[in-house]
């Protein structure tokens, strides 16, 4: 069964420093999306992606944040500067399609650690 | 989207049927019901998903009450590995993300 994979499993970086998070969606579908998850919290949405621009986003993708489908199968998240509380699962997922019969399709997730 | 509320915990006996409630008093015509489960900090899991009619999946059935304000999960045979986080989530057809709250906590017991 296609399945959503995400690299590395666990990253850790010092403070400042920028990071890429990689996803690779199922491949033929067309939205993707990060979302984080900071331990003990509930699951929160970052930013979807179609067509190779952001589609929607949250308050808390700011400009600290930006995401790229380089090719035709990677998705990543970058962040540029990182902070403490940037700390956190990162999960991906995709969907084929925006109707509401399409379910997301989520990744393993990416721990950051950020010291 | 349509807020959800669900209850923080339940427990259920190994073997036994899991019914996880969900209220959507708010919830209109075009959203959908999800469920999701977390196990651990693993990527959230699709189970299943409805409009209207009651749906029934290889994991789960999904029961909408006729007016939509409420359903329920039903797992007909839970086992120690459905112990997990159970998100019930109401989206909008042609909107982009889940929104997840804080979801129930079921845990199955031997």
């Known amino acids: 069964e296609p399945e959503v994979t995400q690299t590395p499993s666990h990253q850790v970086t010092q403070m400042g420093q920028e990071v890429i998070l990689r996803c690779v969606p199922i491949?033929?579908?067309?939205?993707f999306y990060w979302y984080r998850q900071i331990l003990g919290q509930k699951v929160e949405f970052l930013v979807s992606f179609y067509n190779n621009e952001i589609s929607e986003k949250s308050e808390i993708f700011d400009d600290q944040f930006s995401v790229e489908r380089p090719d035709g199968s990677n998705f990543t998240l970058k962040i540029r500067s990182t902070k403490l509380e940037d700390s956190a699962m990162y999960f991906c997922a995709s969907t084929l399609g925006l109707a509401g019969s399409n379910e997301q399709f989520f990744g393993p997730g990416t721990r950051l650690t950020v010291l | 989207d349509a807020k959800t509320t669900q209850p923080p915990s339940m427990d259920c006996a190994e073997g036994r049927a899991a019914n996880l409630p969900c209220n959507h008093s708010t919830i209109s015509g075009n959203e959908y019901v999800y469920w999701y489960r977390q196990i651990h900090s693993q990527g959230p899991q699709y189970i299943i998903h409805g409009l209207k009619n009651n749906e029934t999946n290889e994991m789960a059935s999904l029961i909408i009450t006729e007016d939509r304000k409420s359903s329920t999960l039903i797992l007909p045979h839970a086992t120690l590995r459905d112990t997990a986080v159970y998100y019930c989530i109401v989206r909008a057809a042609y909107n982009n993300d889940m929104r997840f709250g804080a979801g129930t906590r079921l845990t199955v017991k031997p």
């Open positions: 491949s033929n579908h067309l939205y």
